[in-house]
């Protein structure tokens, strides 16, 4: 009798199906005295059958098999909410608002990712992957942290056409570091693509260089170093393990004036000059004592000598004399250290 019974249900079903659909045939089947039933909508060939649940309020969920190959299933209002292995608190919503189709959770619940191959998870606004991230366009308007937990050096790699690469890298131990597989870097910084830094390393030799008609300049609270034409400029002292090279002018240099050099005890070449009268001093520094190399007689060693430049030790630095006359112009190159 159940069997007889099912058989009529099912069979008032299925006209109610071909009448709900319209066209083609509903095809049903029946296996074991307590088994399931199999529906089967088929329009024969040329629409696409669908399905449909509506409600009170005319709203439906349609499920449609499309002829083109893909199915749809058209919820008319509301979410799509999917509340799988029985749990009706925690589970996955699908809806569009404003053209923008949105996968969500409804819950207390986060949404987990996964693949034979890794998991991705999203937890409190927050992005962790088992895997490496691939970013292949778009616009970015937020924070992107990677973070690899402990142990290891989180990498951010970008790939062009040519599978070259840029790779932004924080080290555990405790520096960080660019590194790009083939060409310069290149920083433009203030958007002047014109004129900029290049990165390079040529031979095992890390270069800083300009591109574009420009000089570069380094910059410090205390001064600034120009490198300008192959020529290097610094309104400060350039100092090194075996090297100071100092440099001094005064251009409206008076009789009986003095010149501080700036040198301390000091070990190296002192080369002076006046411009005006065309002469040379050379002189040999070793600690606080000077000794002349050159014979110009118009330069001395002597403090006080009249007629002459006289270059000497004065307490604490060395000093330049004019005993010649006014208006002179005097420069001097310390080479040592």
């Given at each position: 009798m159940k069997r007889i019974r099912a058989l009529k249900i099912l069979t008032v079903f299925s006209v109610l199906a071909a009448l709900f659909v319209g066209v083609?045939?509903?095809?049903?089947?029946?296996?074991?005295?307590?088994?399931?039933?199999?529906?089967?909508?088929d329009d024969g060939?040329?629409?696409?059958?669908?399905?449909?649940?509506?409600?009170?309020?005319?709203?439906y969920l349609r499920i449609q098999k499309l002829d083109a190959g893909a199915a749809t299933l058209t919820q008319s209002e509301g979410a799509l909410n999917l509340l799988l292995?029985?749990?009706s608190d925690d589970y996955l919503?699908?809806?569009?608002?404003?053209?923008?189709?949105?996968i969500g959770t409804s819950g207390s619940c986060n949404l987990t990712i996964t693949s034979s191959g890794g998991t991705i998870d999203f937890d409190d606004e927050n992005l962790t992957t088992t895997g490496t991230f691939t970013y292949a366009g778009g616009e970015s308007t937020a924070g992107l942290d990677l973070d690899d937990g402990v142990g290891d050096s989180p990498a951010l790699t970008f790939t062009d056409a040519d599978d070259e690469t840029l790779t932004v890298t924080k080290l555990d131990s405790g520096g960080s570091s660019l590194a790009d597989s083939d060409g310069a870097i290149l920083v433009q910084p203030s958007n002047d693509t014109d004129d900029y830094?290049?990165?390079?390393?040529?031979?095992?030799?890390?270069?800083?260089?300009?591109v574009g008609s420009c000089n570069l300049q380094l910059t410090a609270s205390s001064g600034t170093i120009s490198m300008d034409d192959d020529n290097l400029t610094t309104t400060g002292t350039i100092t090194g393990a075996k090297l100071?090279?100092?440099?001094?002018a005064d251009a409206d240099f008076d009789d009986t004036e003095e010149l501080n050099t700036g040198l301390g005890a000091s070990y190296g070449i002192l080369i002076c000059r006046d411009t005006v009268g065309g002469t040379v001093g050379i002189y040999r520094l070793e600690n606080q004592s000077i000794v002349a190399l050159s014979l110009n007689a118009a330069w001395t060693v002597t403090d006080d000598n009249?007629?002459?430049?006289?270059v000497y030790w004065d307490t604490d630095h060395f000093e330049i004399?004019?005993?010649?006359?006014?208006?002179?112009?005097?420069?001097?190159?310390?080479?040592?250290f």
């Open positions: 083609g045939a509903v095809n049903t089947a029946y296996w074991g005295p307590f088994g399931a039933w199999n529906l089967d909508i060939s040329g629409d696409s059958p669908w399905l449909g649940v509506t409600d009170g309020d005319d709203a292995a029985g749990d919503t699908i809806t569009t608002t404003t053209n923008v189709p949105t830094i290049s990165l390079t390393t040529t031979g095992d030799v890390p270069i800083i260089g300009t100071l090279g100092s440099t001094g009249e007629g002459t430049f006289n004399e004019n005993q010649v006359a006014d208006n002179k112009n005097v420069s001097f190159l310390f080479i040592g």
